[in-house]
């Protein structure tokens, strides 16, 4: 599980990351997006190092980038002044990554963090490169897009539910449950905002491909987080973290996140105003 893992937490950071903040439209962004592979390179070496000092200290050189990356959150907030729905999710993406590298730097120092063991630590690291960067972003992208009840309710409802699975974390089962259950929520809207938007926008079929791919995959993927979750909280009957890590890790990272992103991409492309809009 170690190494899927550690796949999967590369792909967040040397290419999810900066695919993503390409796709926010502020021009504030752009000298940390030329930058990030100085802070991702030695981040994602650190994963295949034994843990110790080495690990630790090329971790925190991407945990520099991301605590970086966070600052534009409240600068953003202060030049746009905007409490939309878009923002709060554009807003929720720019903040995760440094929960991510937090937990980095602990499980690549061996230390456990606020009681939390070394296998949950690796396992915040992709989660929050994915659930809270990807999910968010394109949850706001989505919403900015098609600013209708549905797009709302989607770019709030991603963030609130990744800020209750990370405070369940501390409180328990049962709020990780209830954020698990408003995540998946949030992000069935993406799924079905995303597939409408493949089914009727007229695109070219590679854009179409890529946003079915996503919208069906995030659409399975969610089951097993809320199956995770419910059995966590219940003691019934749920997959296992190695089988959730190649199933619905794997699924989100490239079916859902990766897809997403590009085909976000293409539809800027093709209509450059769209993303003009920090």
């Keep these: ?40 390179a030695p981040g994602a070496l650190s994963l295949w190092l034994p ?26 907030l202060a030049r746009t002044r905007s409490a939309r729905p878009a923002e709060a ?11 991510a590298a937090l937990a980095l730097v602990a499980e690549r120092s061996g230390h456990e963090l606020f009681g939390f063991g070394l296998g949950i630590l690796a396992l915040t690291v992709p989660h929050f ?19 209708e009840t549905a797009g709302r309710f989607a770019a709030l409802s991603v963030p609130l539910g990744t800020l209750l699975v990370l405070v369940g974390y501390f409180t328990g089962d ?10 998946t929520a949030g992000m069935w809207t993406v799924a079905l905002l995303t597939w409408r ?12 491909a890529l946003l079915a791919v996503s919208a069906g995959v995030l659409a399975v ?28 890790g794997l699924g989100n990272a490239l079916g859902f996140a990766l897809c997403a992103l590009l085909a976000r991409r293409r539809l800027q492309e093709r209509t450059p105003s769209e993303g003009r809009t920090a």
């Design 129 to 147: 490169h994915f659930a809270g960067f990807a999910a968010a972003l394109v949850a706001g992208l989505v919403c900015r897009a098609q600013d």
């Design 89 to 99: 999710a554009l807003l929720t993406a720019l903040v995760a990554p440094s929960v």
């Design 221 to 248: 993927t969610m089951v097993l987080a809320l199956s995770w979750a419910l059995g966590e909280a219940t003691g019934l009957p749920h997959p296992t973290l190695t089988w959730m890590a190649a199933t619905h």
């Design 1 to 40: 599980m170690s190494v899927l893992v550690g796949l999967i937490v590369m792909l967040g950071m040397l290419v999810i990351v900066p695919l993503g903040l390409g796709l926010v439209g502020d021009p504030s962004l752009d000298r940390i997006r030329r930058m990030w592979p100085l802070f991702a």
């Design 197 to 208: 938007t493949a089914r009727t926008d007229g695109r070219d079929r590679v854009t179409g």
């Design 51 to 76: 843990r110790g000092d080495v690990a630790a200290a090329l971790a925190l050189c991407y945990a520099l980038g991301t605590l970086l990356l966070a600052t534009h959150a409240p600068r953003r």
């Design 174 to 183: 049962r709020t990780e449950l209830a954020g698990a259950l408003v995540l």
